[in-house]
């Protein structure tokens, strides 16, 4: 049989397809809530139409968004039983306490709060209502929190012990394994991730109606906080990238080498920016090295060594040699290199592109204002247009802006993938490989079959996506009524009414 074919391997195939497609809407979901809830408390404290504008329309992206990734997040809990059997049944003391509390507590939170905040806009008074949209954000951060808690002792597992009898794993530390560092390395890291991704969503799409000189005031207040939710969400990715790679380092050193393809054991390590040639030998590789680069990202420091390939693999076959008898225990090494550069490459090219963009627009915005009210009379300051936002920020920046919107979702897929298959080839890292893990009854026609039905289905819900995102970014921001901006100043009332007229009015707040 092709070993391409195998059940193990379509069952990968199929966790990895589905995975990556669902965490294309998580970063948006994490981020979109936030900064939604920010432009909604700033319509709530200055009472400026296009805050409120701002605030319907990006909140109805979000919704879109929080939808899709609700229906496809469905399908991952049930691939643990249909072709992970194995490894649910191992793990599932362990991770049926992280999943459960994200089922009980965070996503409870948001599907309530979610509703309260859509249906509730002209029922309830503007601070409790804009509280609504702040308790969605926070529960769309815990949620994520949870799960990479129970992703998180996949990589490195801690609080837990075997029982043989069994052969299950137990849990022995609840907060071990919910605090562990890993657990809090890679929250930060992903939470940095999603608002970058968020950021540039939101820049690219300021921008492309400012290219068209629409809805210029509420696109120019939406571009500026995606400029610096867009720099800052950078720069601590940065910083929390180089700290989960120490701790990578430290936990895998296997992934860590096939990041660089780093055959043999170096010191200094460097770090190539790009590589010419097979990276899959131990030769033949022509590559653009930046020195002791890698050594910083494994220690701190420039100078020590960083194992290799060749004689970490070598420690790991003496190491688990009487339990897990492994032949080889590398990963894909094209994959793990090519997949660590893209998510820096994508994520960055966002960053450098945020950087630019809050520099050419700093000061412009606020002297504008002056413009309009008569404080400013120097034309060369005006902002009716794209093109007069500052002398040296053309049409170019705009359409740059609106094609890499999408550079830090391309970064997150990336990231994942480096994340799981540079783990390989363990499931759960030093305790369970991936081929113990899969479904032992489920037969190699039975994912294919799977796998092309979710492919498929997918595949449809990208295109609803695509085009009911389309719709909305292209209606632009929504026209508001009288009684959008005089919303009831107590539970139930509509948007103007008096005290005496909302007591006559049915409890439509309460079903």
Do not use: C
Not at 42 to 51: D, I, L, S
Not at 225 to 238: E, I, P, R
Request: aromatic share 14%; proline share 5%; net charge neutral.
């Amino acid at each position: 049989m092709n070993l391409a074919l195998a059940p193990e391997t379509l069952a990968r195939w199929q966790f990895g397809i589905t995975t990556v497609y669902h965490f294309l809407f998580v970063p948006l979901t994490i981020s979109l809530a936030t900064l939604t809830a920010i432009l909604q408390t700033a319509w709530v404290r200055t009472n400026k139409e296009k805050y409120l504008k701002a605030t319907r329309f990006w909140g109805k992206l979000f919704l879109i968004n929080i939808a899709m990734g609700v229906v496809t997040g469905i399908v991952q809990e049930f691939q643990f039983g249909m072709n992970w059997s194995a490894y649910s049944r191992f793990v599932g003391d362990i991770f049926g306490a992280p999943l459960a509390f994200e089922a009980l507590i965070a996503f409870f939170m948001e599907s309530t709060f979610i509703g309260l905040w859509i249906f509730g806009r002209d029922k309830l008074p503007k601070k409790l209502h804009l509280a609504t949209i702040w308790l969605v954000a926070f529960g769309t951060v815990a949620s994520a929190y949870f799960i990479l808690a129970a992703n998180s002792w996949m990589q490195h597992p801690v609080g837990y012990r075997i029982n043989h009898e069994s052969g299950r794993a137990e849990m022995t530390d609840f907060f071990g394994i919910l605090f562990q560092n890993t657990a809090l390395a890679q929250f930060f890291h992903t939470m940095t991730a999603a608002f970058l991704t968020g950021a540039a969503f939101m820049v690219g799409i300021s921008a492309y109606h400012l290219l068209r000189k629409k809805h210029i005031p509420v696109m120019r207040t939406s571009l500026r906080l995606g400029l610096v939710t867009l720099v800052a969400a950078g720069m601590l990715t940065v910083v929390s990238g180089d700290r989960l790679g120490k701790i990578m380092y430290e936990q895998q050193p296997m992934k860590m080498a096939s990041a660089e393809a780093l055959w043999e054991t170096q010191a200094p390590a460097p770090f190539s920016v790009f590589s010419y040639g097979d990276v899959d030998k131990g030769h033949n590789k022509v590559a653009i090295e930046i020195p002791g680069v890698l050594s910083f990202l494994a220690h701190d420091n420039f100078y020590e060594a960083v194992p290799g390939i060749n004689d970490t693999n070598a420690h790991l076959k003496e190491k688990y040699r009487d339990t897990v008898g492994l032949d080889d225990y590398r990963p894909n090494i094209p994959v793990a290199y090519w997949s660590f550069r893209w998510m820096i490459g994508f994520g960055m090219a966002s960053f450098a592109l945020g950087a630019a963009g809050l520099y050419l627009t700093r000061r412009r915005f606020w002297l504008s204002e002056k413009l309009r009210t008569g404080e400013d009379e120097r034309p060369r300051l005006a902002l009716t247009n794209h093109r007069e936002l500052h002398p040296r920020l053309g049409t170019w920046y705009w359409r740059l802006s609106v094609l890499t919107l999408g550079f830090p979702l391309i970064a997150n897929a990336w990231g994942w993938i480096f994340t799981e298959t540079g783990r390989q080839p363990w499931v759960v890292y030093g305790v369970l490989p991936t081929a113990s893990a899969v479904s032992p009854s489920v037969s190699q026609g039975e994912v294919l079959t799977s796998l092309i039905v979710f492919t498929s289905l997918y595949a449809i819900l990208a295109v609803v996506e695509v085009r009911l995102l389309t719709k909305y970014v292209k209606a632009g921001p929504p026209e508001l009524t009288e009684a959008d901006l005089n919303p009831p100043t107590r539970i139930g009332g509509g948007g103007g009414d008096t005290d005496a007229d909302a007591e006559d009015r049915p409890m439509a707040f309460s079903y």
